[in-house]
């Protein structure tokens, strides 16, 4: 489920989130979901890499979205792709929050 936030960002951010959404003509607000969800995961398999295994490395993303960007995967396939990265950020955050709670107990 998705809920609406209002968030401000510099000019030049969001100029380039603007860029990217048009380049693979996706909207606005799933870029910036994109973009943090691939930043928390890696965030959090740092900060806890004996827990939280990638599926895919950065290398692997830029491969994906470099191939989108030419058309060589098809829209379903990348659209695949960014499901399992919601479903994996959803799970290492998960797991962020139990072993947060384990240090605090």
């Known amino acids: 489920m998705l809920k ?4 401000l960002m510099n000019e030049w951010l969001a100029d380039h989130i603007k860029k990217a959404a048009r380049k693979y003509d996706i909207s606005f607000s799933e870029t910036v979901r ?6 928390a995961i890696q965030l959090i ?10 599926k895919h490395s950065l290398k692997d993303v830029l491969r ?11 829209e379903e396939e990348f659209h695949q792709f960014l499901s399992q990265t ?20």
């Open 86 to 105: 919601y479903f994996e950020t959803r799970k290492a955050i998960e797991t962020w929050e139990q072993e947060e709670k384990k240090r605090k107990g």
């Open 64 to 74: 994906i979205v470099r191939q989108r960007s030419k058309n060589k995967i098809k």
């Open 4 to 7: 609406r936030y209002q968030v």
């Open 45 to 54: 398999a740092e900060a806890y890499p004996e827990k939280i295994k990638l």
């Open 34 to 39: 994109i973009l943090l969800c691939l930043e």
